[in-house]
């Protein structure tokens, strides 16, 4: 069900960089719609990260990062930390659809 | 802090109907939009639709046509979302989050409602 196809788990160790890749198609990224990112603690409501493929919302930290090329976004995490375990959703808007679509989900393991 | 307060867990039998209750700030009622998210047990987040509170018009998705209605209650500054014809699939966490027309992104959010679809 979910339009923008991410993988389903990361991982680093303390202090590493990862980055999660989010790929869409033609009528979403492709057609340039935004892409922002959301991390989502399980029994927390899913936080605004990055919005419009690159800015930090106030209070962010610069540790994350959002980039894009063509149909393809990512958002990297650098200097990894323990808290930044979570499930890490990508979403835009998909004009075929009319309606905004999000990722599948990928779960970030700090090891 | 703009916050989005949800109402509690739900239990439904199949075929039932539930609404789902979202209280936001005068502010946020009055200015904003809200959209409707819900996210099924291992699958990714799913839109449902949005409602601007201020005049109460809708924008469903196309998945949810004829199924969902989303209301509001002006009076106390609370959004609703209604689903019927419920079947075990609809199984999930229901989140209502602040939109800004113009802007595609969502913040903040609720903290979900947990529909459960059991006989």
């Known amino acids: 069900q979910s339009v923008l196809t991410q993988p389903p788990s990361v991982s680093g160790a303390p202090g590493q960089r990862v980055t999660i890749s989010c790929t869409g198609s033609?009528?979403?990224?492709?057609?340039?719609?935004?892409v922002h990112w959301y991390q989502h603690l399980p029994g927390t409501a899913p936080k605004l990260l990055i919005y419009d493929n690159i800015s930090r919302p106030s209070g962010v930290p610069d540790r994350f990062s959002g980039s894009k090329s063509g149909t393809s976004v990512s958002l990297a995490i650098s200097g990894l930390q323990a808290e930044d375990e979570a499930d890490y959703y990508c979403q835009s808007y998909d004009n075929s659809l009319s309606g905004y679509v999000f990722g599948t989900g990928t779960k970030v393991t700090v090891l | 802090q703009v916050q989005l307060v949800q109402s509690g867990a739900e239990v439904e039998k199949p075929g039932a109907s539930v609404k789902v209750s979202c209280k936001a700030s005068?502010?946020?009622?009055?200015?904003?939009?809200i959209h409707w998210v819900r996210q099924a047990p291992g699958q990714g987040p799913e839109w449902m639709g949005v409602i601007n509170p201020r005049i109460g018009s809708t924008n469903y998705a196309q998945k949810f046509l004829g199924r969902v209605s989303m209301t509001r209650d002006t009076s106390t500054s609370t959004v609703y979302m209604e689903l019927s014809s419920l079947r075990s699939e609809d199984t999930a966490i229901y989140y209502c989050?602040?939109?800004?027309?113009?802007?595609?992104?969502?913040?903040?959010w609720g903290r979900g409602t947990l529909v459960t679809v059991s006989s």
């Open positions: 005068e502010d946020t009622f009055s200015n904003y939009y």
């Open positions: 989050a602040r939109g800004t027309l113009g802007l595609n992104w969502f913040d903040p």
């Open positions: 033609s009528s979403n990224i492709g057609a340039g719609f935004h």
